[in-house]
């Protein structure tokens, strides 16, 4: 059953991306407005979103009944809903759906009918307020003033790293951009930003200001000592205005350190106060957020990054090179919207060899060959591999140092085959 009422929901993808609130409005309203039953963190931002509602959900869940809502997913559906340490369980999918079925087709009378992404939506918020979640933290699924996840009125809100990621639909210059993620900021609550580019921090600014909201920039607010990192974890020491924190965590990568005290700084504006140092600690230690700079394998060393836009692989870069000395092969495989020819041209400073394969994401792919024929002139040794397993079982058998990148759906492909976990917390 819940293949078919999956099913369903997917076929709702052909409405595409709506940059419209109506519907998730009308929706919400039709289930009772559920979003208005359980506190929210709204984090936007085209960089570490996910990251840094990880850790907020499991710094919240040492003291509340938190739940996340993020996307895309690595492996299954479930993994976008979250509530203390369970996913969505199958039962609640089929019962949503069987019954809005019938709302959600005739609402197509009105305008059309709602996307997979304002009706999942409206499930996770549906499925928190059921279960008397009293927190959540909410990623943004795109832009931010008119995502579907801006029907809440949150504690705080937080806008991460941003890039030129879908300037199609949110606008060419960083101030454009910006602008809508900066949708999501509400009339006298505090915003935290984790970006200090100065058109960013101009424009944020400017709405913080519009709407009496406190802003807090992390450059200002945050100063990292005692910095020690290797491929088993991370440590330091983290102060604010408020508390000296000692972190430690299994997540690597540098650009980690900023996620980190951008979820710190969301905590110590809770208008309720703090869940105090012990929580943040702990939450932090337990956060894991699977595929960002993980570590699959020691031997061959296998790397899985799922950064698919130039200032993520930047952040690639530059974290490889500091944590890993060997020069790896690149397993690639990227969606046909993304900016390759840019993140192609950073990833080759880590390497002169590459693997060309194919992200299980049949309609939006981006064909090898037609990758291999706008980089070949970047990387002396290409060889193509459409199909991603027998890719990667070429790549761990002939070398040993590989870095699995280019596309969360190739890496989500790849540790569905090789049984890794996917949850994002660590109980270990």
Request: hydrophobic share 40%; with cysteine.
């Amino acid at each position: 059953m819940i293949n078919g009422a999956l099913d369903y929901l997917y076929n709702l993808k052909r409405e595409g991306i709506k940059l419209d609130l109506t519907a998730t409005q009308d929706f919400a309203s039709h289930v009772g407005n559920p979003q208005s039953k359980f506190k929210t963190i709204h984090i936007a931002g085209t960089n570490g979103k996910g990251s840094i509602a990880s850790y907020v959900y499991n710094i919240l869940r040492q003291k509340y009944k938190t739940g996340m809502y993020t996307s895309p997913h690595l492996l299954d559906f479930n993994e976008r809903i979250i509530l203390d340490l369970n996913m969505i369980p199958d039962s609640y999918i089929i019962d949503f759906m069987n019954s809005n079925r019938d709302y959600i087709e005739n609402l197509a009378t009105i305008y059309r009918n709602p996307t997979f992404f304002e009706t999942t939506t409206v499930m996770a918020f549906k499925y928190f307020a059921d279960n008397n979640a009293d927190y959540a933290a909410i990623e943004v699924g795109l832009g931010g003033r008119l995502d579907s996840t801006n029907i809440i009125n949150p504690e705080v809100s937080v806008i991460a790293q941003i890039g030129y990621e879908h300037y199609q639909r949110l606008g060419c210059s960083l101030t454009s951009i910006a602008h809508e993620k900066g949708g999501i900021i509400k009339n006298g609550k505090p915003v935290v930003l984790l970006d200090n580019k100065p058109e960013v921090v101009a424009e944020i600014t400017k709405i913080a200001s519009v709407r009496n909201s406190k802003l807090v920039k992390i450059s200002d607010y945050c100063s990292i000592t005692d910095l020690k990192f290797n491929l088993d974890g991370m440590s330091f020491k983290l102060q604010t205005p408020v508390e000296e924190y000692h972190i430690t965590t299994s997540n690597l990568g540098l650009f980690q350190l900023g996620n980190i005290s951008t979820a710190v700084a969301s905590m110590e504006l809770l208008p309720e106060g703090s869940p105090g140092k012990k929580s943040i600690e702990k939450g932090i230690r337990e956060s894991r957020w699977p595929s960002r700079f993980e570590v699959i394998s020691r031997e061959p060393l296998v790397i899985m990054d799922s950064s698919h836009n130039p200032p993520a692989a930047h952040a690639l870069v530059e974290t490889f090179s500091n944590f890993v000395t060997q020069k790896p092969v690149l397993l690639i495989g990227m969606l046909d919207d993304k900016d390759y020819f840019s993140y192609m041209s950073i990833l080759r400073k880590l390497s002169d060899s590459v693997i060309l394969t194919t992200p299980d994401e049949p309609s939006r792919s981006l064909d090898p060959d037609a990758l291999a024929a706008g980089i070949g002139h970047m990387f002396p040794s290409i060889r193509i591999i459409k199909d991603p397993v027998e890719a990667y079982n070429f790549a761990i058998q002939n070398y040993s140092c590989v870095l699995v990148t280019g596309s969360m759906y190739l890496v989500g492909m790849l540790k569905k085959y090789l049984g890794s976990s996917v949850r994002p917390f660590n109980m270990d």
